[in-house]
């Protein structure tokens, strides 16, 4: 079996206020990339590979994803791999943490003069 390299030197997550992260990355050079899968994680390094516990798979020559619905705590931590046509997955980009919007102080009260 041919192993299936993935060289990804840029994954970028750019925040939005509708709790939506876009990815971005460099495509594989692999002649028969079939797509990318999305992995996110709350717990940094911990990640479960495979087409069922992808958030997201793309299509070849897509390098962008957009994740939507993301919780308004903590960090999100995310990696993409690439399969190839034969069902063969890459080994995971570098890991990028989403930026994560925190929620709004409330109780907030102003005394004075």
Same mark, same amino acid.
């Given at each position: 079996?041919?192993?299936?390299?993935?060289?990804?030197?840029?994954?970028?997550?750019?925040?939005?206020?509708?709790?939506? !992260?876009?990815?971005?990355?460099?495509?594989?050079?692999?002649?028969?990339?079939?797509?990318?899968?999305?992995?996110?994680?709350?717990?940094?390094?911990?990640?479960?590979?495979?087409?069922?516990?992808?958030?997201?798979?793309?299509?070849?020559?897509?390098?962008?994803?957009?994740?939507?619905?993301?919780?308004?705590?903590?960090?999100?931590?995310?990696?993409?791999?690439?399969?190839?046509?034969?069902?063969?997955?890459?080994?995971?980009?570098?890991?990028? !943490?989403?930026? !994560?919007?925190?929620?709004?102080?409330?109780?907030?009260? !102003?005394?004075?003069?």
């Amino acid at each position: 079996m041919k192993s299936l390299a993935l060289v990804l030197l840029l994954l970028v997550a750019t925040p939005s206020f509708a709790r939506t !992260v876009t990815l971005s990355w460099t495509a594989s050079t692999a002649a028969d990339v079939a797509g990318y899968r999305v992995y996110q994680t709350t717990t940094s390094g911990v990640y479960t590979y495979g087409a069922a516990t992808a958030v997201g798979s793309t299509v070849p020559g897509t390098t962008t994803f957009q994740v939507t619905g993301l919780p308004n705590t903590g960090p999100i931590y995310f990696v993409v791999t690439a399969y190839d046509t034969s069902g063969l997955e890459s080994g995971p980009s570098n890991q990028i !943490v989403g930026a !994560v919007t925190p929620p709004a102080p409330v109780g907030l009260s !102003v005394t004075g003069p």
